[in-house]
Nanobody
């Protein structure tokens, strides 16, 4: 059973910054995915940033490119998300997800992750 633990989040004014961190443990395969997703009230969950442990790329949603930076530890079991220049539309509950193996639809897909953290709230005031 993969366990996912998140930290960070909070409240900030528009234009400010926050950092989230996620650690996943208990992977049973040599390949895995870790990613950050978010869900605003009344909206579907969407992928924000994710990694695949077998390559060096970080995948981002178009809406956060240039503002958010995700970086992983050497084992790619911890994924931190630095969020800069936050906008009101970035508010919501942020979830970290993880998966044993690869997902053919890509790691930003809503179906990519099998295990989830409890979520952390990000509030942005304008």
């Amino acid at each position: 059973q993969v366990q996912v633990v998140e930290s960070g989040g909070g409240s900030v004014q528009a234009g400010g910054s926050l950092r989230l961190s996620c650690t996943a443990s208990g992977f049973i395969e040599s390949e895995h995915l870790i990613g950050w997703f978010r869900q605003a009230p009344g909206k579907e969950r969407e992928g924000v940033a994710c990694i695949y442990n077998r390559d060096d790329r970080t995948y981002y949603a178009d809406s956060v490119k240039g503002r958010f930076t995700a970086f992983a530890d050497s084992a790619k079991r911890t994924l931190s998300l630095q969020m800069d220049n936050l906008k009101p539309e970035d508010a919501g509950t942020y979830y970290c997800g993880a998966r044993n193996g690869w997902y053919v639809g890509g790691c930003l897909s809503n179906d990519a992750m099998s295990y989830w953290g409890e979520g952390t709230l990000v509030t942005i005031s304008s």
